[in-house]
Structures are given as structure tokens and as C-alpha cells.
């Protein structure tokens, strides 16, 4: 069993930056895509950014320009960094991968945007 296990979230002020992480259990690049989703209270999940099995890294239009996927394959971590946080940020944001059989989810790490 694959296991994502996100950290980094936290509370900020409107303007802040936060980096999330995501550590697998085996080795990211047995991965065909892995993925950022967030869901807010009341709304569905949402995808916020994804390297996808083909192409480039792909960014949901609101966060263009504010956040920044990366992976460390050494470290079998994937990273979002967030900066110009707004409220709107504020969601619980899930790590999402999959070996083109099974998609494993991590638990979720909770983020507050607030002054």
C-alpha cells in the first residue's frame, strides 16, 4: 500500500507563502501523474496543480503565477510552494498519485488564509 503523507499547512496572513510536501512510500517516478487538489468547506475538490502522464506541469488558472509545483525524486517528494496567499487559498489540499492502476490520496493538510 502506497502511503502520501502532506505537511506544511498551517495558518497565514493574506500575502504569505506556505511550501506543502508530499513524501510517497516508493519511488515517485513509478508514478504516471501526481497531483495537488484542495477542497473548501461546502465546495467540491478541486485541482490545483498536476504533473501530468504527458506534457508539462499544468496550474489551475487561479493559482497561476502564485504557485509553483515541484519534485524531488531523490527524496521521493513532491512540493507546492504557495506565495500571495488569499483567503480564497483557505482549504484542506491533498496530495494525488497514480500508477496509471490505482490513484492513492494522502490524508490532507489544512490551510488557513486569514488576518
Known amino acids: 500500500q502506497v502511503q502520501l503523507v502532506e505537511s506544511g499547512g498551517g495558518l497565514v496572513q493574506p500575502g504569505g507563502s506556505l511550501r506543502l510536501s508530499c513524501p510517497a512510500s516508493k519511488s515517485i517516478s513509478s508514478f504516471k501523474s501526481m497531483a495537488w487538489f484542495r477542497q473548501a468547506p461546502g465546495k467540491q475538490r478541486e485541482l490545483v496543480a498536476i504533473?501530468?502522464?504527458?506534457?508539462?506541469?499544468n496550474y489551475a488558472d487561479f493559482v497561476k503565477g502564485r504557485f509553483t509545483l515541484s519534485r524531488d525524486n531523490a527524496k521521493n517528494t513532491m512540493n507546492l510552494q504557495m506565495s500571495d496567499l488569499n483567503p480564497g487559498d483557505t482549504a484542506v489540499y491533498f496530495c494525488r498519485a497514480t500508477d496509471g492502476l490505482i490513484t492513492y490520496w494522502g490524508q490532507g493538510t489544512q490551510v488557513t488564509v486569514s488576518s
Open positions: 504533473f501530468p502522464q504527458v506534457g508539462d506541469t
